[in-house]
């Protein structure tokens, strides 16, 4: 039967509540004066968006924003989930499809645990979906769906053929105003990272080779945010985007005239270079988010298959001057539940941060499904299989070093944020970046 598509529902299902433990989430509370969640709408789906019918009426909805109308009408609903939305992705399917309402369902979470997904949902795609879509389309009008979409093992979408994501789904009443906004647009423009570490999924599901959009196409997409919402933070979603170098700088030169303000993530291997580091700054770069993981050397030995962090670790605090020096702050990510940690971890970590001005985020080890610590956790005997996926928040315990246990472990978290996020040291970091930036000259019109 020959179905349409005329409306249908790309959904971000709700996340659970930050932590299950009470005392992290005060904790959280009390620190919200300095550590600002980021609001990212989900790029991934106004990626999808783009590439349905121009007559599609196409319902965006990010439920962390906006409650969803489970009793309305659509052709099919698309729902995407990260693990850690998969409880609530599997609750709105299930409400669809009593109405017999089709449910496709991608993202990370089905791509790595493809047979639960398909218990919830009609059509699962594994992967990226830019070339699996269109044909799904095809098939769905013509009423011949397949129950699963995939990319060939190992092959990859050519960013090169990016469309530009539908931002336009995106309310400005969802950018401009409220508590409950998106503070930043994502862009993205590379996909896939060389390192391949044990807990991560990226490499797994982007590739380890660098995939990138053309620099003009990427300058198409900030003009339309321009246009659309004017200057609002950007933040470039890329888990990696100053690997190639070369490709970075021609993109940051292309940047500058363009007058934007962006966050990015990177490795420290963006303070090894001087005129990267320049052209960052002048392009707009402000905060760049770096994966540290661990001061212990032990817990990055092995971490990833050629010891990368393990054997850049003595660059660390030379690397966060280096780059704080050029005016662009840097907000370290460290990972708290390594076996090697000990009481110790913590201390140290606060002292590295509090001499070096450097902003932070630690979040608990999290055996995602799909990564190598997945199985070594399921092997080992630390997590069983019957799991709560909305436990993968990051803010919950989910593995921890015996040598200290699971409440001194929290207990080393909530120490090390109330020792980062105090008054005293945020202002002393504050102080310190302004003095920095007063001896630069302003970005964008550096010659
Ligand atoms: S944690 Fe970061 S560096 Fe490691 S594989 Fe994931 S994206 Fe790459």
């Known amino acids: 039967m020959k179905r349409s598509i005329k409306k249908v529902a790309l959904i971000n299902p709700a996340k659970p509540r930050r932590s299950s433990s009470a005392a992290i989430n005060a904790m959280f509370e009390k620190c ?73 369902i991608g993202g990370i979470h089905p791509t790595v645990v493809p047979e639960e997904a398909s218990r919830y949902a009609d ?39 990016a469309l530009i994501p539908r931002y336009d789904l995106l309310k400005n009443d969802q950018i401009n105003k409220g508590q409950d906004y998106f503070n930043m647009i994502p862009v993205q423009a590379t996909r896939g990272c060389p390192h391949d570490c044990s807990f991560c999924i990226v490499s797994k599901m982007h590739g380890k080779r660098i ?31 100053f690997i190639d170098k070369q490709f970075a700088k021609s993109l940051l030169v292309e940047l500058i005239p363009l007058k934007i303000r962006f966050c990015a993530q990177s490795d420290i291997g963006i303070a090894e270079d001087e005129e990267l580091l320049q052209l960052a700054y002048r392009a707009g770069l402000q905060v760049v988010l770096i994966g540290f993981e661990s001061l212990e050397k032990e817990s990055l030995f092995k971490l990833d298959p050629v010891n ?42 606060r002292n590295f941060l509090i001499k070096n001005h450097c902003n932070a ?6 055996p995602f499904p799909g990564t190598k610590l997945f199985q070594w956790a399921l092997e080992d005997g630390r997590i069983s299989s019957a799991i709560d996926w909305g436990k993968f928040s990051f803010d919950d315990i989910m593995l921890y070093s015996d040598n200290i246990g699971k409440k001194a472990t929290e207990d080393g978290l909530i120490w090390l944020y109330n020792e980062i996020y105090d008054e005293k040291a945020f202002s002393d970091r504050a102080n310190h970046l302004k003095k920095v930036l007063k001896k630069l000259p302003a970005r964008w019109n550096l010659r």
């Open 123 to 161: 059509y699962v795609f594994l992967g990226e979906a830019e070339k699996t879509l269109p044909k799904f389309l095809d098939e769905f009008k013509a009423g011949s769906p397949k129950s699963l979409y995939q990319m060939p093992q190992d092959e990859h979408f050519d960013l090169r053929n």
């Open 308 to 349: 990368w962090k393990y054997n850049h670790m003595k660059y660390y605090e030379g690397a966060v001057n280096t780059i704080q020096d050029h005016g662009i702050i840097v907000y370290g990510t460290f990972i708290i539940g390594f076996e090697h940690d000990t009481k110790d971890t913590f201390p140290i970590l």
């Open 32 to 104: 919200k004066k300095f550590i600002r969640p980021w609001f990212i709408p989900p790029l991934n789906l106004l990626t999808i968006a783009s590439y349905f019918p121009p007559d599609t009426e196409i319902d965006f909805k990010n439920e962390d924003l906006s409650t969803i109308d489970l009793s309305k009408e659509y052709d099919f609903v698309a729902l995407t989930s990260m693990t850690l939305q998969a409880p609530r992705a599997y609750e709105i399917a299930r409400t669809f499809r009593h109405r017999k309402i089709p449910i496709a």
């Open 211 to 241: 995939r990138k959009k053309e620099v003009s196409q990427i300058l198409k997409e900030i003009r339309t945010i321009q246009r659309l919402f004017g200057n609002r933070l950007i933040v470039f979603v890329d888990d990696n985007l």
């Open 361 to 366: 985020q630690f979040s608990f080890l999290t």
